[in-house]
């Protein structure tokens, strides 16, 4: 091995056990990355696509600095099979990548250019989602991105010795199970930790009674991978209505915001089969519906009137906050025409 080889590596190790001795001060200089893509929009040329690559290199910086301290602390959150674990990997890379894919191929290739990656896009997108909805049986919800930042305050070395009874005595087993009736998850009364030690969490049920569960929580099941389909194929639904009917027609406007009215209410309809982090994605995707105010044509028509007034209202009125008024009205048309687009799921 060449020494620059040998260099880079040791380097690399080094900044390894850096970054997992350290993650309060990374996530300084993450935040610091972040927040300079909102400075470097609008100071120079082609300010659009820069401000989009060092965004997109900030959360894949995070993306990968998460990944080492997550194998340092030997806490895997995902415990999926290697195929849902690199396609979670391989959506959450592109989720992060995306704008600045269609911005660059509009520079580059111009308006067809960027309509064919936008395509492209979500053509695979829509592939990935539907392998981990349809065949991956611990994904009722894909979430976005589809491996989520890491809670890195909760990180900590875990104690083998405590708890040793408890682990004990789950011998391998489940800890719960599920009732038949209800489909209610119950821990079984010798699998239970110390109360000091114990984390409020569901217990964990083995495959097989999965099949015990009843009919009602099995067909709710059904729903909930219906509505998910629904909201993977809307993004293709809504290209397709821009294709035939225009770019800001408002029928591909109403197809997109029924199709993602029909998804939430499948949703919430079958809310007891999901678990606690899929409800809060179904929150997230609830109040991402106000966006729907943000995007064409609803905004060109009702909505960009009411900011400007709000704004300069805000400016006018409250003091040393009119310039921060008269940048984020500057800001709006770009930020309005480069992310409140409809096929971004």
């Not at 998460?66 to 099979?81: G, L, P, Q, S």
């Given at each position: ?5 040998l ?7 080094r ?12 996530g300084?200089v ?6 300079l ?14 401000s989009?690559?060092v ?8 993306f990968?600095?998460?990944r ?8 895997v959150?995902?415990n ?17 990548c ?9 520079k580059?290739?111009g ?40 809670n ?5 070395e ?21 009732l038949?009736r ?24 083995d495959?097989?009674q ?9 067909y ?20 397709a ?19 993602d ?6 949703y ?16 997230r ?5 106000l ?26 009125n ?28």
């Amino acid at each position: 091995m060449s020494s620059s080889l040998l260099e880079l590596q040791n380097l690399y190790e080094r900044y390894v056990k850096w970054v997992s001795g350290n993650p309060s001060a990374l996530g300084d200089v993450e935040l610091t990355i972040k927040w300079l893509s909102y400075f470097v929009a609008g100071k120079i040329n082609n300010s659009s696509a820069v401000s989009e690559l060092v965004y997109s290199l900030s959360n894949l910086l995070v993306f990968f600095n998460d990944r080492i301290i997550e194998k340092a602390h030997k806490k895997v959150v995902d415990n999926t099979r290697t195929l849902d674990r690199r396609l979670k990997v391989f959506l959450t890379t592109l989720d992060y990548c995306e704008v600045f894919i269609e911005l660059s191929a509009h520079k580059v290739w111009g308006t067809r250019g960027r309509w064919f990656f936008i395509i492209v896009i979500q053509i695979v997108k829509c592939i990935c989602r539907l392998i981990l909805t349809l065949y991956c049986p611990s994904t009722k919800i894909v979430t976005n991105p589809p491996i989520p930042a890491l809670n890195r305050k909760t990180v900590s070395e875990p104690n083998p010795h405590a708890n040793a009874s408890f682990h004990d005595n789950l011998g391998g087993e489940s800890s719960g199970i599920v009732l038949k009736r209800s489909g209610r998850v119950m821990r079984k009364v010798n699998c239970s930790p110390s109360l000091m030690s114990r984390s409020w969490k569901l217990p964990s049920v083995d495959d097989g009674q999965n099949f015990e569960t009843s009919q009602p929580v099995q067909y709710g099941g059904k729903l909930v991978k219906s509505a998910e389909v629904i909201y993977i194929f809307k993004p293709l639904v809504h290209l397709a209505c821009m294709k035939r009917f225009g770019t800001k027609s408002w029928t591909s406007y109403l197809v997109a915001l029924a199709l993602d009215s029909a998804s939430l209410r499948l949703y919430y309809k079958n809310r007891v089969v999901l678990s606690k982090d899929q409800r809060v994605e179904l929150s997230r995707r609830c109040v991402a519906m106000l966006l729907y105010l943000l995007r064409s044509p609803f905004y060109d028509r009702y909505t960009r009137e009411k900011i400007a007034v709000l704004l300069n209202g805000i400016g006018n009125n409250v003091p040393l906050t009119g310039s921060i008024a008269r940048l984020i009205l500057s800001y709006i048309p770009h930020w309005q025409e480069t992310y409140f687009y409809m096929w971004s799921t």
